[in-house]
Structure formats: C-alpha cells, structure tokens
C-alpha cells in the first residue's frame, strides 16, 4: 500500500507600483493595486475557483476519502477578502468538508528568520490567527516560506509547539535514504520531517505539458504505476507544489485538469491505495530516523538554496535595508506602519532581483512584473527611501489631525 499526500502553496504577492525617484517624499502610496486585483481575477478564473470546485466535487464523490492540504499566505488571504471574495468562500467551502487540512506558515511569505526571529515567529502567530479567524482551524504542522529549512529552524518551529515541519527532500542531505519515509529533527526529536518527493511533484508542476519530455503525455494510470514503485521504498509520497500549477502554470487545455479529476478514481482501483492529511501520516507511520540539515535549503531552483533570494548585492543591499528599519518602525507603534512594512519583507520583492541565467532565470522572469531584474532593485529601493523619510520624520497620525490649541489674550 501506498498513501498520497498532496499539499498546495497558495500566495500571491503585494505587487508594488512603479515607483520612481521623484515619487521620494511625495507619495506614500507604495502598492500596485490595480495590477494586483488583475492578477488575483485572472488566476481566481483560471485556477482557485475550477480547481476548487474540482477537488470539492472529488470529495464529496469520494466520500471523502481524497484529501489534501493547503498553505495560503496571509497576504493572498487578504487579496482574497479584497479583490476576490468568491475565491475565499470556496476555500471556505473546501475545507469545510473536513478533508482538507490548514497548514502554518509565515504570514507575509517572508524570510524574516534571515534577521529577526522574534519578527518571524510575530508573523508566524499572525498567520494562525489570521487561519482561526476565516477558517475556524488551528494549524498544527508548519511550512516554512519555500519550504526553507535547517536543522535550527526545526528547533525553532518545534519550541513552538509544532508537531511537524514540511521541508525539501534534498539529495544531499538524504544521501541514501528515501523521502518516502517520516522522519526527525536530530535536535527535537518530537518534530517530525515530511519531506518533498521532489521527482514525483516536479513531474506534475513543471513537466506535466512538456512534449519533449519522454513520458509526455502523463496520464493518471502512469503516475499511479510511479506512486506504486515509490511505495516500494516507502510509507507515502509526499507530492507538494504551487496550487497556480493547475490551470495557470499547466494550461486547461493541457488536460491537467482531468488528469487531476481521474487521479484518485485511479488510485483506489488498485485497492490498496489512499490519501493522507500530513498530520495524519504523522500519527499513522513512525519514523525511520533523523533528517539532518545543516545548511538552510529551500525548493527552489536547480541549488535548491537560498540563491533565489540571496545571490548577489542587488538581493543582500534590498534585505539589510528593509530590515534595517525594524526597531524604528516597531517604537512608533503605528500598526499602518508596521503592515506596509512587512508586506515589503515578502520575499517575491527579492525574487525578482535575482540575476541567474538558463532555465532559472527563465523561471525568475515568468514571475516577475519588471524587465529586468535591476529594474525590480531600482524600484524597490525608491520606495524603501520614502519609507525611511516618513519613519525619521514620523508624525502620530493623532496629531496631524489634532485642532490646534490656540490661547485667546485679551
């Protein structure tokens, strides 16, 4: 017998505007929401909301016997309740059924633990909050922004009292070992480790419409064979990827969308096949020993690092600039303040500036709204002056509305 389990990534960042030199104490308006309303409806019709209603439609077909689970940024949540309030009742809907699990992560997809710890787990509390609030769901499993790991961000997140952390199934720190397996932080042994097949997964977010690839066209009933030779070394698979995959990366007429619909009919034909939430592939298999990481990965990219986001001095000079201000902006107490500049902690503002060539670079510029990635820097950092002038020259918002005080002589 082989289990499935399927999580999602849902984000979507705060696009900001063009922001140009001559904007610099003049406007504090930073985001681009236009750009981001148009974003969130063409992705909402291409895939939050057939996709969603796909996988209810399965659950409710299955008696709920498929399952999956989802990590949705705070700030895609908050683009939801704003731009697209439809896409948030049909996750609202979808995870109702009880087959669908909520998963912890930052709520500015940031990386935040980079610099400040205290910032990371403030946001990190923030997301839960934010789960509770329009979901009714307290996470228990955390998923760290692209999936980044290391052994002390483990030690971090299980002193929070986390029973278990999603992370990159890398090659090198798996050495022999499968990722098919449950296994521990070598520091906290109560935290357990699932970790990415990242073969299996990629075949479906990146290869899936690729017709040079040789197993074109991937069909449910192949994938299942390839499910059925993994369990051989292994628990369950655990099979992760960005929620955007399913009608906006892979196109509808790539036939994604039936290949995901058949996938479970599939599965349980074989008659020992299942769909496992990750905290209850926890409880149902023990782990097989420790994953050791000493070094911080992530899923992204051909390095699997943190060279998406930290790679060159475009990258390093945005990151110490905009934590740079932290203890400025949290003494004035202003949670507007305090919003704008988490949103600007998101890591796509630093995505964008990353300089690689070939395939990942190619990666780099689907994502990105700039030209260029020196473009992406320029832009951001004209914004990040502004900001740093309204923080030195703060005024409590109190005050500027405040009558002036005038004393009458006679």
Not at 243 to 252: D, L, R
Not at 327 to 348: C, F, G, Q
């Amino acid at each position: 017998m082989v289990s499935a389990c399927f999580y999602f990534q849902v984000h979507q960042p705060d696009r900001l505007r063009d922001y140009r030199i001559f904007d610099v104490g003049r406007s504090p308006f930073y985001l681009d929401d236009k750009k981001n309303d148009l974003i969130m409806r063409k992705v909402a019709n291409k895939c939050y909301l057939p996709t969603n209603k796909l996988l209810t439609d399965l659950i409710r077909k299955t008696d709920g016997r498929f399952r999956c689970a989802f990590s949705l940024s705070g700030v895609f949540l908050e683009q939801c309740e704003k731009f697209a309030p439809d896409v948030l009742e049909s996750f609202q809907e979808l995870i109702a059924t009880g087959s669908v699990e909520v998963l912890s992560e930052t709520y500015y997809h940031s990386l935040a633990f980079l610099y400040s710890i205290d910032e990371w787990k403030e946001q990190i509390n923030k997301h839960k909050q934010k789960v509770q609030e329009l979901f009714g769901v307290t996470p228990t499993i955390f998923r760290n922004t692209e999936l980044i790991y290391a052994d002390w961000i483990g030690e971090q997140i299980a002193d929070m009292g986390y029973k278990a952390m999603i992370a990159e199934g890398v090659d090198w720190n798996l050495g022999w070992k499968s990722p098919n397996f449950i296994y521990t932080n070598p520091h906290r042994q109560n935290l357990k480790l699932l970790l990415k097949n990242y073969k299996l997964s990629d075949d479906i977010a990146f290869r899936f419409s690729d017709r040079n690839w040789k197993e074109w066209p991937l069909t449910a009933e192949k994938y299942v064979d390839w499910l059925d030779f993994a369990g051989l070394n292994g628990n369950f698979v655990n099979l992760f990827m960005d929620y955007e995959t399913f009608g906006e990366h892979q196109w509808a007429d790539s036939g994604i969308f039936e290949f995901l619909k058949h996938l479970p009919e599939k599965m349980f034909e074989r008659g020992h096949h299942d769909f496992v939430l990750p905290s209850e592939s926890i409880e149902r298999f023990q782990p097989v020993g420790e994953y050791h990481a000493p070094n911080l990965t992530s899923w992204a990219d051909a390095e699997r690092d943190l060279s998406a986001w930290k790679s060159n001095r475009l990258q390093d000079d945005a990151f110490e600039k905009i934590f740079s201000l932290e203890k400025e902006i949290k003494a004035l107490n202003d949670p507007e303040m305090l919003e704008i500049w988490r949103k600007l902690t998101t890591s796509d503002h630093f995505y964008y500036m990353c300089t690689k060539y070939y395939s990942d670079g190619d990666v780099h510029q689907y994502f990105s709204p700039y030209e260029t990635p020196y473009d992406a820097y320029i832009n951001y950092m004209n914004v990040i002056s502004d900001l740093t002038q309204r923080v030195r020259n703060y005024t409590p918002k109190k005050l500027l509305n405040e009558k002036p005080n005038l004393i009458l002589k006679n």
